[in-house]
T-cell receptor, first 109, second 116 residues
């Protein structure tokens, strides 16, 4: 079973700051997902990565397969980015995802 | 608008009662999932279904049951056998069940179940 660890668990920053959230996993994977959960509970998929880097607006996700590590970056952070960010991984040949416990991000105006 | 709906948003039940949580999707997705979320823990898979009339146990299926009679619907029943049912329950779907988790999962808004 893959172990997924996220850091930090909680992060508070000022509006405009560059944010980095990290995800490490223990066993080689075929795909890694970044998800965003807002205070109401609903979850939105942000990225799915199997290699390299993806960008969407102010969000950037990178993955280093050799180091078993992924990062989610937010540029020019805004209070509406306040949410819990969740990393999830899928092992080769397995359709199920293993989820991290999430990073709670709070952006102060 | 395509999406996933879950109802109700909040649900209260007395200990010993069964309760059914609704999940409906109009995305024409084959695969559907039920997850449980507890404070300080990652989402855990309860059941998943690849196709109508077929479903598989996830990591924590004890005390739960599901059915998949229609492609659009995947209701979850929390039975009295579930020892600690108070939690936030999330339903999700994906276009199909991809080995290697290569398909994006779309999530519903969730149902918060409280056992009194």
């Amino acid at each position: 079973k893959n172990e997924v660890e996220q850091s930090p668990q909680n992060l508070t920053a000022q509006e405009g700051e560059f944010i980095t959230i990290n995800c490490s996993y223990s066993v080689g994977i075929s795909a890694l997902h970044w998800l965003q959960q807002h205070p109401g509970g609903g979850i939105v998929s942000l990225f799915m990565l199997s290699s390299g880097k993806k960008k969407h607006g102010r969000l950037i996700a990178t993955i280093n397969i050799q180091e078993k590590h992924s990062s989610l970056h937010i540029t020019a952070s805004h209070p509406r980015d306040s949410a819990v960010y969740i990393c999830a991984v899928a092992n080769f040949g397995n359709e199920k995802l293993t989820f991290g416990t999430g990073t709670r991000l709070t952006i102060i105006p | 608008d395509g999406g996933i709906t879950q109802s109700p948003k909040y649900l209260f039940r007395k200990e010993g009662q069964n309760v059914t949580l609704s999940c409906e999707q109009n995305l024409n997705h084959d695969a559907m999932y039920w997850y449980r979320q507890d404070p300080g823990q990652g989402l855990r898979l309860i059941y998943y279904s690849q196709i109508v009339n077929d479903f598989q146990k996830g990591d924590i299926a004890e005390g739960y049951s599901v059915s998949r009679e229609k492609k659009e619907s995947f209701p979850l029943t929390v039975t009295s056998a579930q020892k600690n049912p108070t939690a936030f329950y999330l339903c999700a779907s994906s276009i199909d069940l991809s080995a290697g988790g290569l398909n994006e999962q779309f999530f519903g808004p969730g149902t918060r179940l409280t056992v009194l």
